[in-house]
C-alpha cells in the first residue's frame, strides 16, 4: 500500500495536486519581486481553500454553485460589516455553520480512508487545490458514476443538494489506487442512507436561499445597520457589565 501512493504520488499528484495551478499563474514570472509576498500569499491561498472546502475547486468566482456561491457571499458581507457588531456576529454563525457542514462531509470520508488503512495519507488524499481540472483526470466518468452512487446509496451527503464536485478529484485518486470499489463499500456500511427527517434531526440541512437574502439584506441597509448594531452592541455591553 504505502509503495502504491508513493507511485500515486509521483504519477499523479505531481501534476493535479502541485502542479494544478491555473493557466494565470504560469503567465506569472518565475521569481516574484517580493518572494516571502508570493508565499505567503499562496499559503494564505491554500488555507482559505481548506477552511471554506469550495464544492467546485476550480471555480475562481465560486459563483457556479449555490452553496459555494451563498458562502462567499457570507463572507463578502462580513468584510464588510465592522467587527464585534451584531451583524459580524450573526455573519460568523452562518458562516461556521457552512463549513461545519462541509467539514462533516471531509471527516466521514476521512474516517473511511483511515479504516482502509490510510491513516498517513488520508489528508493528501482528500486534498484539493484550486487548479484541479476534470480535463486532467484520469477516470472521470467512473468517478461520476461513483459521487453518484454514494450520494443515492449512502448517507454521506446531503441527498436533497448535488454532491460537491470536488470529490469526483478524490474519487478519481481511488481509482487510481484500486481502493474505489473497497471505499464505496465501506461508506455504504458505515453511512447508510436516511430520509429528510433524519438529514434536519443531525443538522446537514441549511436554507441556502435564506441565507442569501439575508445577505442582500443586509447589504441593502448599509450603514444604517452599522449604526443599528452599534447600538444594540452598545446595549449588550451596558447589560454585561449590570450582571457583573
Not at 502542479?19 to 494564505?44: A, C, H, M
Not at 434536519?200 to 442569501?212: E, S
Amino acid at each position: 500500500m504505502g509503495s502504491a501512493f508513493h507511485m500515486f504520488c509521483m504519477k499523479f499528484c505531481c501534476c493535479c495536486c502541485v502542479g494544478d495551478e491555473d493557466d494565470d499563474d504560469e503567465k506569472q514570472p518565475l521569481v516574484p519581486q517580493d518572494p516571502l509576498e508570493y508565499f505567503n500569499r499562496e499559503v494564505q491561498k491554500r488555507r482559505e481553500e481548506e477552511t471554506n472546502l469550495w464544492s467546485e475547486p476550480g471555480d475562481r468566482s465560486h459563483s457556479e454553485r449555490e452553496d459555494d456561491r451563498t458562502l462567499f457571499s457570507l463572507l463578502q458581507a462580513r468584510n464588510k460589516t465592522r467587527m464585534g457588531s451584531t451583524g459580524y456576529r450573526r455573519l460568523s454563525v452562518d458562516i461556521e455553520a457552512m463549513r461545519d457542514t462541509r467539514r462533516e462531509v471531509r471527516d466521514k470520508w476521512k474516517a473511511i480512508l483511515e479504516n482502509l488503512g490510510f491513516m498517513a495519507e488520508a489528508d493528501a488524499l482528500l486534498t484539493v487545490s484550486a487548479g484541479g481540472s476534470q480535463d486532467r483526470m484520469r477516470n472521470a466518468p467512473a468517478a461520476r458514476a461513483l459521487l453518484h452512487t454514494l450520494h443515492t446509496e449512502t448517507s454521506v451527503f446531503s441527498s436533497r443538494e448535488p454532491p460537491p464536485e470536488r470529490y469526483l478529484f478524490i474519487l478519481d485518486r481511488l481509482l487510481y489506487l484500486d481502493i474505489a470499489e473497497d471505499f464505496l463499500a465501506k461508506a455504504k456500511r458505515f453511512y447508510p442512507p436516511r430520509d429528510d427527517s433524519d438529514e434536519d434531526t443531525l443538522g446537514l440541512g441549511i436554507n441556502l436561499p435564506l441565507l442569501l437574502a439575508r445577505v442582500e439584506a443586509m447589504n441593502g441597509r448599509g450603514d444604517e445597520q452599522e449604526e443599528d448594531d452599534d447600538e444594540e452592541s452598545g446595549r449588550e455591553d451596558g447589560n454585561l457589565s449590570d450582571r457583573s
